[in-house]
């Protein structure tokens, strides 16, 4: 009997650690159980769970590292293949790297009819040793075999996968995440609100660098630290506002200590270190400008939730960069690792109040035409149900 979306169909959502559940794929998850689809997380929990169960998602743990750690991995990959066999779903979802690569092997050696992976960009721009980056690229050519269809969030990677043979050409397509575009409204908050939320972090007559991202290396930290050195000289009242959720397992991870060693403790506003910010949202408007820096991205984002809060973007000129950003017209791209033009990137806005605000409509125009969730939720489902067809 064939099968449709209308009749409970049963999903399973993979992702390496809750982080991801709990700030990118939430809303699509949410999405999915209006639509009457059957819906399971599966991943590594950490502090986020009860949040995800409080919201009515309904939840496995299985453990998996964001390392290379053989015997774990293995563990991981029979407890998934377990799982997945008794429970039957008719698709399985996967997210992120090592989710992505022990769960699509793991999903079709099951049996589960379709396999999909969304891809949040390849290891080509990340300083990892050479062994490293060859064993995860070959463990993605790998898993692309067991898998019916790659999601890729920007243009550049789906020519990389095809090009070194990665991902079969008919296996990948272009699916760049949104966002929730009225959550992240700049109309939601009136001067005196902003003013307010300003002095109860002392920074209400700074200029405002904002910058949201996991704390680890590869999101572009310790560049940033370098450019805002330079900064401070010309520009003596700015002052860096960061959402920066610690990332401890990463290899990479930071230490807050780290502003000390840099001498910007005193000129630093650090959130989201220890604890969640719920109300994201109410930080960006508070950013005379917004920096991303960062070595690795597939579709950032951060930058599409700035821009929707009509915030003038700085960042580096990488994959999945290069398209949130049009350069010139929603914000500026700047080179991998030149600090010098990082911070006079960042000054041009400082600087010029028109202009900034000009890149930043711009970007909250964009935003409303690009960005928006429900389209891309609503292609998702389309994949889904002509995938179900085919297979089921």
């Known amino acids: 009997m064939e099968k449709n979306l209308n009749n409970k169909i049963k999903t399973c959502h993979v992702t390496t650690v809750d982080i991801t559940a709990r700030f990118i794929i939430f809303d699509f998850l949410k999405f999915l ?3 009457s689809i059957d819906v399971t997380l599966v991943c590594s929990f950490n502090k986020h769970r009860d949040f995800l ?5 309904p939840t496995h743990d ?4 964001r390392r290379i750690t053989p ?6 990959f029979i407890k998934l293949f377990l799982y997945f066999k008794k429970e039957k779903f008719d698709i399985v ?3 992120t790297p090592k989710a992505g690569i022990l769960g699509r092997i793991a999903a079709r050696l099951a049996g589960v009819p379709v396999v999909i992976h969304t891809s949040y960009g390849f290891y080509t721009g990340v300083k990892i040793p050479r062994w490293q980056r060859i064993l995860i690229m070959s463990g993605e050519k790998v898993a692309s075999y067991f898998c019916d269809l790659v999601f890729s969030q920007n243009k550049e990677d789906i020519k990389l996968a095809i090009n070194k043979k990665i991902v079969n050409p008919k296996k990948i397509k272009l699916l760049t995440y949104g966002i929730d575009i009225e959550r992240f409204n700049p109309l939601k908050f009136n001067a005196d609100f902003i003013l307010s939320r300003k002095k109860e972090l002392g920074i209400e007559d700074k200029k405002v660098i904002g910058m949201v991202g996991r704390f680890v290396k590869e999101k572009g930290y310790i560049k940033l630290f370098e450019a805002f050195k330079i900064i401070k000289e010309k520009i003596p009242n700015a002052v860096l506002l960061l959402v920066a959720p610690s990332d401890k397992e990463k290899e990479d991870a930071l230490d807050i200590t780290i502003l000390k060693e840099y001498g910007i403790e005193k ?10 910010v719920a109300d994201i949202e109410q930080v960006y408007p508070l950013m005379d400008v917004f920096v991303l820096p960062s070595y690795r991205e597939g579709f950032p984002y951060s930058i599409m939730e700035a821009s929707a809060f009509a915030k003038p973007v700085v960042a580096t000129d990488i994959r999945g960069c290069r398209e949130a950003v049009k350069d010139g017209v929603t914000g500026k791209l700047v080179p991998l690792d030149d600090n010098d033009k990082l911070a006079e990137a960042i000054m041009y806005f400082l600087n010029n109040s028109d202009k900034a605000k000009e890149m930043g409509t711009n970007g909250r125009k964009r935003a409303e035409k690009e960005f928006d969730e429900r389209l891309v939720f609503d292609r998702i489902k389309k994949e889904y149900e002509d995938l179900m067809k085919r297979k089921l």
């Open 93 to 95: 979802h996967t997210y």
């Open 33 to 35: 159980i209006k639509q």
């Open 267 to 276: 000129d630093t506003v650090i959130l989201g270190y220890k604890n969640e």
């Open 71 to 76: 015997i774990s991995d293995l563990t991981s």
């Open 62 to 65: 299985i453990k998996m590292t």
């Open 53 to 57: 169960d409080n919201a009515g998602i």
